[in-house]
């Protein structure tokens, strides 16, 4: 069932999903990073319809959402000062957490590990579907595994109506890239997954903070790592992509230039709003990933302009790079994985 929230909340209809929960369904719901596909946590049925409806690798787990601090200890174990820091600056927010977990969590949600990633979103309406249902909620982003996460509940139907119980709409996400995931090992918090927490953020609350290697690396097979999403595929198009990054700016449109040329003009352009007039592609081809002075809005328009640009059908999709600083870490680290690590850099 589709559900209409864009202008607000309906109480009846949210009765209704979180009792859809409570009966072991699952549901797309919205937070402030990416749009969620949730089921109860402490459900393992429930949990293994998420996997089915995204085709999601079994040994891939997933982020236990739940609604305030006082419902952390219900579920992991905070055993360091760093981790209770790191919990009581970042959450609520686009930040997640892996903690030792009880055993309370079924095995699914962790893929076996004896870790938990635990996140409580700020999003009103997330919150109050997990305090309404009365469970944590065990939601990965919501779109096909591999493809980009779902921001926008149009491109989200089309892949996944048919595999849930309810879709609740309420217009695009604020963030648009998912949490920072952060492990702290030997008292050092270690950045999983970069999001729109930054590592400088997280630095001015406990000091020395890490990025992990296979943030920027591709992963073989038979590596050790420390979050097992790291080695898949990920949000990628159907087309071919490539990064291209330079420290000047000319520089960047020259090469992006010149990469047109060697593909004959069949590219889309993801482009700052700024590059246009001086990027070689008719109109229709350049889609504005936002303003180079605009970070943020960068983020937020990933996703949707990557699934704009493959619907295009174009050779290459070609897409402007960032400073690897602040949020365009987050960023650099979706568009390398999007690209398959094929990237230009000078
Ligand atoms: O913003 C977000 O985090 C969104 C919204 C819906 O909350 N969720 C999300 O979930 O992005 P997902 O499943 O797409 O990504 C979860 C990431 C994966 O890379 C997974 O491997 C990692 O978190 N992860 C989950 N549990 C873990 C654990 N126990 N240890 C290490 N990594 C873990
Ligand atoms: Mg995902």
Same mark, same amino acid.
């Given at each position: 069932?589709?559900?209409?929230?864009?202008?607000?909340?309906?109480?009846?209809?949210?009765?209704?999903?979180?009792?859809?929960?409570?009966?072991?369904? %699952? !549901?797309?719901?919205?937070?402030?990073?990416?749009?969620? @596909?949730?089921?109860?946590? $402490? &459900?393992?049925? #429930? *949990?293994?319809?998420?996997?089915?409806?995204?085709?999601?690798?079994?040994?891939?787990?997933?982020?236990?959402?739940?609604?305030?601090?006082?419902?952390?200890?219900?579920?992991?174990?905070?055993?360091?000062?760093?981790?209770?820091?790191?919990?009581?600056?970042?959450?609520?927010?686009?930040?997640? %957490? !892996?903690?030792?977990?009880?055993?309370?969590?079924?095995? @699914?949600?962790?893929?076996? $590990? &004896?870790?938990? #990633? *635990?996140?409580?979103?700020?999003?009103?309406?997330?919150?109050?579907?997990?305090?309404?249902?009365?469970?944590?909620?065990?939601?990965?982003?919501?779109?096909?595994?591999?493809?980009?996460?779902?921001?926008?509940?149009?491109?989200?139907?089309?892949?996944?109506?048919?595999?849930?119980?309810?879709? %609740?709409?309420?217009?695009?996400?604020?963030?648009?890239?998912?949490?920072?995931?952060?492990?702290?090992?030997?008292?050092?918090?270690?950045?999983?997954?970069?999001?729109?927490?930054?590592?400088?953020?997280?630095?001015?609350?406990?000091?020395?903070?890490?990025?992990?290697?296979?943030?920027?690396?591709?992963?073989?097979?038979?590596?050790?790592?420390?979050?097992?999403?790291?080695?898949?595929?990920?949000?990628?198009?159907?087309?071919?992509?490539?990064?291209?990054?330079?420290?000047?700016?000319?520089?960047?449109?020259?090469?992006?230039?010149?990469?047109?040329?060697?593909?004959?003009?069949?590219?889309?352009?993801?482009?700052?709003?700024?590059?246009?007039?001086?990027?070689?592609?008719?109109?229709?081809?350049?889609?504005?990933?936002?303003?180079?002075?605009?970070?943020?809005?960068?983020?937020?328009?990933?996703?949707?302009?990557?699934?704009?640009?493959?619907?295009?059908?174009?050779?290459?999709?070609?897409?402007?790079?960032?400073?690897?600083?602040?949020?365009?870490?987050?960023?650099?680290?979706?568009?390398?994985?999007?690209?398959?690590?094929?990237?230009?850099?000078?």
């Amino acid at each position: 069932m589709y559900y209409n929230w864009k202008d607000k909340t309906n109480t009846e209809e949210l009765k209704i999903v979180c009792d859809l929960i409570k009966k072991g369904e %699952i !549901i797309i719901f919205p937070t402030e990073t990416v749009y969620g @596909i949730g089921a109860n946590a $402490l &459900d393992e049925g #429930a *949990v293994g319809k998420i996997f089915v409806a995204k085709g999601r690798p079994i040994d891939n787990p997933l982020i236990v959402h739940v609604s305030d601090k006082k419902k952390i200890e219900e579920i992991a174990e905070i055993t360091t000062d760093v981790e209770k820091k790191l919990i009581d600056r970042f959450m609520p927010g686009p930040f997640t %957490i !892996i903690l030792k977990k009880k055993k309370i969590i079924p095995d @699914i949600v962790s893929a076996g $590990l &004896d870790t938990v #990633a *635990v996140r409580i979103p700020s999003n009103v309406i997330a919150r109050g579907i997990i305090s309404l249902s009365g469970v944590p909620i065990a939601a990965p982003s919501a779109n096909i595994s591999g493809r980009p996460s779902g921001t926008n509940i149009e491109d989200i139907r089309k892949e996944l109506e048919e595999k849930v119980a309810a879709i %609740i709409d309420t217009g695009e996400v604020d963030g648009g890239l998912e949490s920072t995931v952060v492990k702290v090992i030997d008292e050092v918090p270690v950045i999983l997954r970069p999001g729109l927490v930054t590592l400088e953020e997280i630095e001015k609350v406990v000091g020395k903070v890490k990025i992990d290697d296979k943030v920027f690396e591709k992963t073989e097979n038979n590596q050790k790592i420390e979050s097992p999403g790291m080695k898949y595929k990920h949000y990628s198009p159907e087309t071919k992509c490539k990064v291209i990054y330079c420290n000047n700016k000319l520089d960047q449109i020259f090469y992006i230039n010149r990469e047109i040329r060697i593909y004959e003009g069949d590219v889309v352009v993801l482009g700052f709003k700024e590059h246009r007039e001086k990027i070689s592609v008719p109109e229709e081809r350049y889609i504005y990933l936002g303003s180079d002075e605009d970070i943020e809005e960068i983020a937020r328009n990933i996703y949707k302009s990557l699934r704009q640009a493959d619907k295009i059908g174009a050779k290459i999709i070609l897409i402007e790079g960032v400073k690897k600083s602040g949020v365009g870490v987050a960023i650099m680290n979706r568009l390398l994985k999007t690209c398959n690590y094929d990237y230009f850099e000078r």
